[in-house]
Nanobody, 126 residues
Framework: QVRLVESGGGSVQAGDSLRLSCATSGRTFSGYAVGWFRQAPGTERDCVSAISWSGGNTWYTDSVKGRFTISRDNAKNTVYLEMNSLKPEDTAVYYC???????????????????WGQGTQVTVSS
């Protein structure tokens, strides 16, 4: 069983930055592909970024390209989402998710992930 814990959310002004962290509890993150999803009230939970187990392959949804950066430190069992130039439309609960895959594939659908964190709120005001 993999337990994921997100941190780093908060309330910021438009243009500010936040760094979200997703850490495992008691288990190595090596061998797991990870995705960051977000869900605003009344909307679907959508993938905003994903990373392969080695970190060699990444993906971003168009609305965050050039502003968000996903990275991982497998030695620290942590995946990060650096979010810059935040906009009010980035406001959502952000979740990290993991699936055990020793490949360079990345996964964009919530149904492809086996483990989820509890979510962290990001609120961006104009």
């Amino acid at each position: 069983q993999v337990r994921l814990v997100e941190s780093g959310g908060g309330s910021v002004q438009a243009g500010d930055s936040l760094r979200l962290s997703c850490a495992t509890s008691g288990r190595t993150f090596s061998g797991y592909a990870v995705g960051w999803f977000r869900q605003a009230p009344g909307t679907e939970r959508d993938c905003v970024s994903a990373i392969s187990w080695s970190g060699g392959n990444t993906w971003y949804t168009d609305s965050v390209k050039g502003r968000f950066t996903i990275s991982r430190d497998n030695a620290k069992n942590t995946v990060y989402l650096e979010m810059n130039s935040l906009k009010p439309e980035d406001t959502a609960v952000y979740y990290c998710a993991a699936v055990r895959r020793y490949s360079e594939l990345i996964y964009l659908l919530s149904s492809q992930y086996d483990y989820w964190g509890q979510g962290t709120q990001v609120t961006v005001s104009s």
